[in-house]
T-cell receptor, first 117, second 112 residues
């Protein structure tokens, strides 16, 4: 299957700092990428949809000024958690959409574990 | 997107077939059935998807009932590495934003 990478895989930061997470599609171009968040023992929750060259679309309840998304190219999207607080500690996962012959399929990155102290 | 219902957990012996059911009684005609799995602390992994015909790939088989109100994911020879949470998701072919809405899934435990 298609490969999506994330960097870093794990990050620990102090409260009040900003953290940037990168998501790359390695062997295909993705016009659409998605960002999810997963708290312990819970399912994935979609945060936002990122389209190359345009503003991201955020899900209800997700603060766009706190979670900045930039989709600068067809292979790179970034999520910046601004002024992080302990409640932002979570597992952040991106996915990229690959258009196929029959239907679209999303491929996920390995995730980034964010811990805010 | 239509809602899916899955059992919260299932057990399977190593080497045996694992049959994971999913109910999607409100599925509409243009919605596909997707299956993903998530091994602990990793990103979800795509397994298979289908519209109305049964599908098979190197990982699994997908059996969709004729009325499309339910489906079964079959792992023919489960291994310990198949222990994961399995998500059944229905989604339209092309909504523009192509969202995947994850439910709670089925936690499959494969034991020796």
């Amino acid at each position: 299957g298609a490969v999506v990478s994330q960097h870093p895989s794990r990050v620990i930061c102090k409260s009040g700092t900003s953290v940037k997470i990168e998501c790359r599609s390695l062997d295909f171009q993705a016009t659409t990428m998605f960002w999810y968040r997963q708290f312990p023992k819970q399912s994935l929750m979609l945060m936002a949809t990122s389209n190359e060259g345009s503003k991201a679309t955020y899900e209800q309840g997700v603060e766009k000024d706190k979670f900045l998304i930039n989709h600068a190219s067809l292979t790179l999207s970034t999520l910046t958690v601004t002024s992080a607080h302990p409640e932002d500690s979570s597992f952040y996962i991106c996915s990229a959409s690959l258009q196929g012959r029959r239907a679209d399929t999303q491929y996920f990155g390995p995730g980034t574990r964010l811990t805010v102290l | 997107d239509a809602k899916t219902t899955q059992p919260p957990s299932m057990d399977c012996a190593e080497g045996r077939a694992a049959n994971l059911p999913c109910n999607h009684s409100t599925i509409s005609g243009n919605e596909y059935v997707y299956w993903y799995r998530q091994i602990h602390s990793q990103g979800p992994q795509y397994i298979i998807h289908g519209l109305k015909n049964n599908e098979t790939n190197e990982m699994a088989s997908l059996i969709i009932t004729e009325d499309r109100k339910s489906s079964t994911l079959i792992l023919p020879h489960a291994t310990l590495r198949d222990t994961a949470v399995y998500y059944c998701i229905v989604r339209e072919e092309d909504t523009g934003f192509q969202k995947l809405v994850f439910g709670t899934g089925t936690r499959l435990l494969v034991s020796p």
